[in-house]
């Protein structure tokens, strides 16, 4: 009888230890993006790249996102260490048919990180959950900026400076 107990009692723990576990069916984008040269203080615009979902056939706004990651290169010298530099990003879906359908907005606190100053700490700050895609492909694409302060002597903004990926569940 304490044995069929014993039993139970495991069976039951792993019914619960299994009901909580939660399935990621995440895809990511293959290969890393870089943004191209740009400048500061201005609106910046990246080509399409496209993302594929394997789990569903139509995407809304919480379903598509885009991850950062260090990159290689920072801003240069001419710009003010100034930790309080931001860097703004929306990022879009578009079938290049004049129906871009905005997604979300991040925004990055700009850092020191191995002698590259670069936008280090990303925010999500607002998202859509509007239907942005019929079918089970984004074509994502980014507009970006960074505040260019006073002092700063060059508005030059390095190719490379955010490295990123879409991403799309």
Request: charged content about 15%.
């Amino acid at each position: 009888m304490k044995s069929v107990k014993k039993s139970i009692c495991v069976i039951l723990s792993m019914c619960l230890l299994l009901g909580t576990l939660t399935v990621s069916a995440e895809t990511v984008s293959p290969d890393y993006l870089y943004s191209s040269a740009g400048t500061a203080g201005m609106w910046n615009y990246e080509s399409t790249s496209s993302v594929q979902s394997n789990l569903l056939s139509s995407l809304y706004g919480g379903d598509v996102g885009v991850y950062f990651y260090i990159p290689s290169v920072g801003l240069q010298g001419s710009y003010i260490r100034d930790l309080s530099r931001k860097a703004m990003l929306f990022y879009y879906e578009d079938d290049g048919n004049n129906s871009q359908k905005y997604i979300g907005k991040k925004e990055a606190t700009f850092s020191v990180y191995n002698n590259l100053y670069i936008p280090y700490y990303w925010t999500h700050i607002e998202s859509t959950s509007d239907l942005i895609e019929s079918d089970n492909t984004a074509e994502m694409h980014i507009v970006w900026a960074i505040t260019k302060n006073l002092g700063d002597t060059s508005s030059a903004v390095p190719a490379g400076l955010l490295k990123y990926k879409f991403w799309v569940y």
